[in-house]
């Protein structure tokens, strides 16, 4: 049995869950980081060497880290078809999307989850967050766009693509602050509300 080690709460273990649940995969969760500690055990880190989570391990002793390669994996190992697009250009453009959310988003939206759900108030860099505020709506407005002319972020039907970005605007959509109006994000994000997998692995509380 799929075997993935991480806590419920972070983000980058969330895309892991999500995908395993929407692929109907039987998974054995192991609670691991942060307050369940772990990640520092010899055991773990001979693992992971980087002490992080998600970690999987796959029948035959095959393991692997970063959430990304994970999701990829697995949506090609058990999705060909559904989760990993057939159709070369449809899957590139839902890896471009992930990688988006690595390399823009995520450094955009940092200050402003870490700052209003995990830092005391007296703590608070508030410039910061204000910043991070503003630069997360704008790039936002990227993906607004992009979901004017479809319903999923890479065409018809949910791919790997929607996972991450589907994690990560979760999180902001929650977070207690003024967004700019983005319809068709918000009218996508409805629609990854309804589905069962998203509902049971990323609509849980911020914290």
């Not at 007296?122 to 910043?131: L, Q, S």
């Not at 970005?165 to 979760?170: K, N």
């Not at 109006?181 to 849980?204: C, D, N, Q, S, Y």
Request: with cysteine.
């Amino acid at each position: 049995m799929l075997k993935i080690w991480g806590r419920n709460n972070s983000v980058n273990v969330k895309k892991v869950l999500w995908c395993a649940e929407e692929l109907g995969l039987p998974y054995e969760r192991i609670e691991a980081g942060r307050e369940h500690g772990v990640v520092d055990t010899p055991e773990f880190r001979r693992l992971n060497p980087n002490g992080l989570v998600p970690t999987i391990e796959d029948g035959g002793g095959f393991v692997l880290w970063e959430s990304h390669a994970i999701v990829r994996y697995l949506a090609a190992k058990h999705g060909a078809g559904t989760l990993w697009p057939e159709d070369t250009r449809v899957r590139a453009d839902a890896d471009r999307w992930m990688d988006w959310v690595v390399s823009t988003f995520n450094p955009a939206m940092r200050a402003a989850f870490w700052g209003l759900v995990r830092t005391p108030p007296a703590e608070r860099d508030e410039k910061a967050i204000a910043t991070s505020i503003t630069r997360s709506g704008e790039l936002l407005g990227m993906v607004d766009a992009a979901l004017a002319q479809r319903p999923f972020i890479a065409g018809d039907h949910l791919t790997i693509g929607d996972i991450p970005l589907g994690c990560h605007i979760y999180n902001w959509l929650m977070l207690p602050i003024a967004r700019p109006k983005l319809p068709h994000l918000e009218a996508w994000h409805a629609r990854l509300g309804k589905r069962p997998a998203f509902a049971k692995i990323v609509m849980l509380p911020l914290s």
